[in-house]
């Protein structure tokens, strides 16, 4: 490059080279900050933003590197080279100011801390998040009237209670606590045969009425003979839904006990407070934590903390048991020096969820060893088992039911821990035209509700007669 005298010229291909240099020091910090430094040496080596990390670094010092070397050649004009190192920060500084203005521009307030795009911004702020949750949990219990604090479960269905649901569903819950068609019921004694069903939101039935829910469609099917017992409790993991059977179901004596899940409850099981990595459920503070000693379950925080003095902690590092959530992080949580940037903070937050691999073997193991407990303790109750996967509206594209091309969580589990189960994936593929599977708060509407029911009745009757036949031998998968 010539100049004449008195002028400067930018060198082009320095001034690309210094912009990717700060992008690639940009990258290394988002990179370094998604990082789970909690986790053991190999999987932080193994992990996804960690090779980002290493990637990120040597690309910026290559490019230290490359213009180190520019300047120790000995053409170079120094006084152009310095100009363009310069107007290269100078830039990617005026780049980076307004786009934190356009940021904060677009960050709402929220409950639970700044938000941009629907992406709550890190670090978190627990009593910030536990206010905001205890407000939510009161309107809600207040709102929908039939569950209420339990100190082995976490929370569930209250006795005798009745609540109106956000789509303007009617709950009621019997005597005993299970939902029902009415206020003031008694299911005890009501018929010579009884299914109890397990499970989450989706065995509950929420966002419709009872008499659009799976359970007593299915009872419909089943005739006058035999009872549907719904002990499905909205937000329980698979845990909780065992737990569940071992002090409130065994009592019935139950023919058949079905456990139902989505995906998402295989994660629910390592989970401690949905607080934490659960946005949005509406619980009242601890959930039962398993883990395995000895090859068998047992429970590492029961009795659970009352939610008071969940709501009333002012650190997440004082709450009991946190170090046992899956889910937390304390990055997530600590004060970090970019707090002051949205930016910043925006870009930590809204990076792929670089973690732990959903499925690790932990969570693999404990939930194997749950459902395989399930099994073998109702059968040694001499009722049959029976486990249901339930595909959830996050594995479909869209309410109209098309499905995602992706492997399912739930039956990953469910393949690992070698029992059979029934898939009602196909099930829901027979939706009338015009129908859809989901109501807008994510839970099957009547049409769903039906062919889930449709689906088990084959079921059953076929169980039903191998019982009474005998016959030996483990359920079928049914796919």
């Not at 053991?40 to 193994?46: F, P, R, S």
């Not at 930590?348 to 959903?358: D, F, H, K, L, Y």
Request: hydrophobic share 40%; with cysteine; glycine share 8%.
């Amino acid at each position: 490059m010539t100049t004449t005298p008195g002028e400067v010229h930018t060198d082009s291909k320095l001034l690309m080279t210094v912009y990717v240099g700060i992008l690639a020091m940009i990258c290394a910090f988002v990179a370094f900050y998604r990082i789970d430094w909690q986790s053991g040496l190999v999987a932080i080596i193994a992990s996804e933003p960690a090779i980002f990390l290493a990637i990120s670094l040597l690309v910026f010092l290559v490019i230290v590197f490359r213009i180190i070397r520019s300047y120790r050649l000995p053409e170079t004009d120094h006084r152009a080279s310095n100009l363009t190192v310069a107007l290269g920060i100078v830039t990617m500084l005026a780049t980076f100011l307004w786009a934190e203005g356009a940021v904060r521009l677009l960050a709402t307030s929220t409950p639970e801390g700044p938000s941009v795009m629907d992406t709550v911004l890190l670090p978190r702020d627990w009593p910030v998040v536990m206010a905001n949750r205890r407000l939510l949990w009161e309107q809600s219990s207040s709102r929908y009237g039939v569950f209420r604090f339990d100190d082995m479960l976490g929370w569930t269905v209250g006795s005798n209670r009745q609540g109106t649901g956000p789509h303007g569903e009617t709950y009621f819950s019997s005597r005993e606590g299970l939902r029902t068609s009415g206020p003031g019921i008694s299911l005890a004694g009501r018929a010579t045969r009884a299914i109890a069903l397990l499970g989450d939101s989706y065995v509950f039935a929420s966002d419709v009425d009872y008499e659009d829910s799976w359970g007593h469609r299915l009872e419909q099917k089943l005739g006058p003979t035999v009872q549907v017992l719904n002990f499905g409790v909205p937000g329980y993991g698979i845990d909780q839904a065992y737990l569940r059977y071992e002090r409130d179901v065994r009592a019935w004596h139950p023919e058949v006990v079905i456990l139902a899940l989505i995906s998402h409850d295989v994660l629910r099981t390592t989970m401690v407070y949905y607080q934490v990595g659960f946005a949005g459920a509406l619980v009242p503070g601890a959930k039962p934590r398993l883990t395995i000693r000895d090859g068998r379950l047992i429970s590492i925080n029961l009795p659970l903390p009352k939610p008071q003095a969940l709501f009333q902690s002012h650190r997440i590092a004082d709450v009991p048991f946190v170090d046992y959530d899956r889910s937390y992080r304390t990055s997530d949580w600590n004060w970090h020096f970019y707090q002051w940037s949205y930016l910043l903070r925006f870009a930590v937050s809204w990076a792929p969820s670089w973690r732990t691999p959903e499925l690790d073997e932990e969570t693999l193991t404990l939930n194997r060893v749950v459902l395989q407990t399930f099994v073998r303790r109702v059968q040694e109750d001499g009722a049959i088992p029976l486990i249901l996967f339930l595909p959830s509206f996050t594995e479909y594209r869209d309410a109209g039911g098309q499905p995602h091309d992706r492997d399912l969580l739930g039956i990953r589990v469910l393949d690992h821990s070698d029992l059979p189960y029934v898939n009602a994936l196909p099930c829901l593929d027979h939706l009338p035209s015009g129908q859809i599977l989901f109501t807008t708060g994510w839970h099957y509407t009547p049409a769903a509700n039906e062919l889930i029911a449709q689906c088990l009745h084959a079921v059953i009757r076929q169980e039903s007669i191998r019982a009474r036949l005998g016959t030996e031998g483990s359920l079928p998968v049914y796919q």
